[in-house]
């Protein structure tokens, strides 16, 4: 078992939550890739990408590993005129978290986040767990409580 900072913090919030460590020797690290290595469906699998208005506010997006997020409805739900995703080389300093380890629990600053409303679906989700090669499986209601998220349509069709 790694313990990792967002694992750490779902402890103490008490959210429980399934770790699964899978093995990235094949360097296949996408989130449909990881959903076949942990096992469970594509759509069930999240990614955690993060996006910047003109104004240089950030927004944190949580959508299903198969889909792709459509930045005028994700402006939508941030209540801005337009978003854009972040280069990846400002990930890092802006999050603590590297591409492919991107978890929305921990990240250096909590950003305002929005998570896509098929989550609802599903007993959990599959989020990073804040490092490559780890994930956990997570109740949508219970990580949206914590991290004061909303639900909303965010994926293009």
């Not at 399934?18 to 890739?33: H, L």
């Not at 290595?37 to 959508?63: D, M, N, R, S, W």
């Not at 995703?85 to 591409?99: A, D, R, W």
Request: net charge negative; charged share 20%.
């Amino acid at each position: 078992m790694t313990m990792t900072n967002a694992l750490r913090l779902l402890n103490e919030a008490g959210i429980a939550y399934t770790e699964r460590e899978y093995n990235v020797d094949d360097g296949r690290v996408d989130a449909v890739a990881i959903a076949e290595k942990i096992g469970i469906p594509e759509e069930q699998c999240f990614k955690t990408l993060v996006t910047e208005t003109p104004a240089h506010e950030h927004f944190v997006f949580v959508v299903p590993a198969t889909g792709e997020l459509d930045l005028k409805k994700a402006a939508k739900a941030a209540g801005v005129k337009s978003i854009a995703m972040i280069p990846q080389k400002q990930l890092f300093p802006l999050t603590g978290y590297v591409h492919g380890g991107c978890s929305p629990v921990g990240m250096k600053k909590q950003f305002p986040t929005v998570i896509d409303e098929t989550a609802q679906l599903y007993d959990f989700i599959g989020i990073s767990g804040g490092k490559i090669g780890v994930n956990a499986g997570v109740n949508a209601e219970a990580l949206a409580a914590y991290l004061h998220a909303d639900f909303a349509d965010l994926m293009k069709k």
